[in-house]
């Protein structure tokens, strides 16, 4: 923790928006395929005629959810560049108005 009230590093801050933005590449194709593996399972390893059409109801439900969730990383990631950003254009204005004055 930075000792005084603000520490901006811009490089933690792409590289941490970046880890982000690739689990949400990583995450949502093995949603996919393990949803493709549940499926087939209930299709022909566990089928039962009433249940397994209901299982297979709810994992899809289950696994949009996850998408949705994982997707959200997405904004978080996209937040701290964007602050990244505003921080970056107003040290350059502060700067560029500083030197302007004198």
Do not use: W
């Not at 792409?14 to 949400?24: E, K, L, Y």
């Not at 087939?40 to 390893?45: E, I, P, R, S």
Request: no cysteine; glycine share 2%.
């Amino acid at each position: 923790m930075p000792a005084g009230n603000i520490n901006i590093d811009y490089n933690e801050i792409m590289r941490v928006s970046n880890t982000m933005n690739q689990a949400v590449r990583d995450i949502n194709p093995h949603l996919l395929s393990t949803k493709t593996s549940v499926e087939g399972l209930l299709d022909n390893g566990l089928f039962m005629q009433q249940s397994s059409p209901a299982m297979k109801a709810a994992y899809e439900k289950l696994t949009a959810s996850l998408q949705q969730a994982v997707e959200s990383i997405n904004s978080f990631a996209t937040q701290f560049t964007k602050i990244k950003e505003s921080v970056e254009k107003m040290d350059a204005d502060i700067a560029s108005s500083t030197n302007n004055a004198h």
